[in-house]
């Protein structure tokens, strides 16, 4: 082989490598000078625990926020998708409906620290309100045809589960910036796994994904940065160590010990 050739041949599986683990975001930097003692969104415990650290790095292709219900992940990964430019409802940049404004001011008080390439697709994908945002995808269509994108069937004409993985399998392009909130809520494992295989696929074509998740499934995702909410802090954790796939392990190996353990006041009725 010609040695030029050769070289750029080199370059070109470098510059193709250091592209697929491009970060849109690298890392989220709350703005404490903006808040005062007064404001609702500083008594929160995740606003406390931002507060305690510089900046939250994203240092992969794949970030999880694991946590307790309450421990304030999905309000983070809502900060961040309409700081990003995502209706807080969930859609892409472009969907500016709102049926019931319940998010909370946090996006205002924090900053994310972009890369230098821009995503060239996005979705904000939130369980709670995907029902919304399904009822807008059929109301655009009426306008400009739109659903072919979807996959080519009204996401309310499919299971619930169903139109989830038609989502993700028909909307997300590549390149993109992808928010998801709970995403595993209506897949069955089986689908939790195909999940795994169109992210891969995804992280490939120069993709990032920012993920809250109960999912022992979704939080194996090879080379992924898994951060624990707790009381004590915003964790940076090994797969191993969190708490869905401890319990989880714990579970399915020692089945009648747990459930003895869970049921014991109930048999004892």
């Given amino acids: 082989m010609n040695a030029n050739i050769y070289i750029r041949s080199i370059y070109i599986c470098v510059f193709e490598r250091v592209k697929m683990m491009t970060r849109f975001i690298e890392r989220i930097r709350l703005n404490k000078s903006s808040m005062s003692d007064s404001d609702y969104v500083s008594s929160l415990m995740i606003t406390r625990l931002l507060s305690d650290i510089e900046d939250l790095m994203l240092p992969s292709p794949v970030t ?12 983070l990964l809502e900060a961040i ?24 001011e946090l996006y205002k008080h924090i900053t994310l ?21 399904a009822t807008e995808i059929d109301r655009l269509d009426q306008i400009q045809p739109l659903l ?14 169903e139109s989830f993985f038609s989502l993700f399998n028909n909307r997300f392009g590549g390149k993109g910036l992808y928010i998801l909130d709970e995403p595993e809520s209506a897949l069955s494992p089986s689908r939790q796994m195909s999940l795994l295989v169109t992210m891969n696929n995804l992280v490939k074509s120069g993709s ?27 964790n940076l954790t090994a797969y ?30």
């Fill in 148 to 161: 072919r994108s979807y996959g080519g069937k009204s996401l309310h004409e499919q299971s619930h589960g």
């Fill in 64 to 75: 999880f926020f694991v946590g307790e219900n309450g421990s304030g992940k999905s309000t």
């Fill in 208 to 234: 990032q994904f920012i993920i809250a998740t109960h999912s022992p499934v979704l939080l194996a995702f090879p080379r992924a940065s898994i951060y624990v909410i707790e009381e004590t802090g915003i």
């Fill in 81 to 104: 998708a309409v700081q990003a430019g995502f209706n807080p409802e969930g859609g892409t940049k472009n969907f500016s409906f709102s049926t019931h404004e319940t998010h909370s």
């Fill in 240 to 269: 191993e160590n969190t708490e869905p796939y401890t319990l989880t392990k714990d579970f399915l190996n020692n089945t009648p010990r747990m459930l003895k353990y869970l049921l014991e006041d109930d048999e004892a009725e």
């Fill in 113 to 133: 620290v972009r890369g230098t390439i821009r995503p060239k697709d996005g979705f904000f994908f939130r369980s709670e309100s995907f029902y919304n945002v």
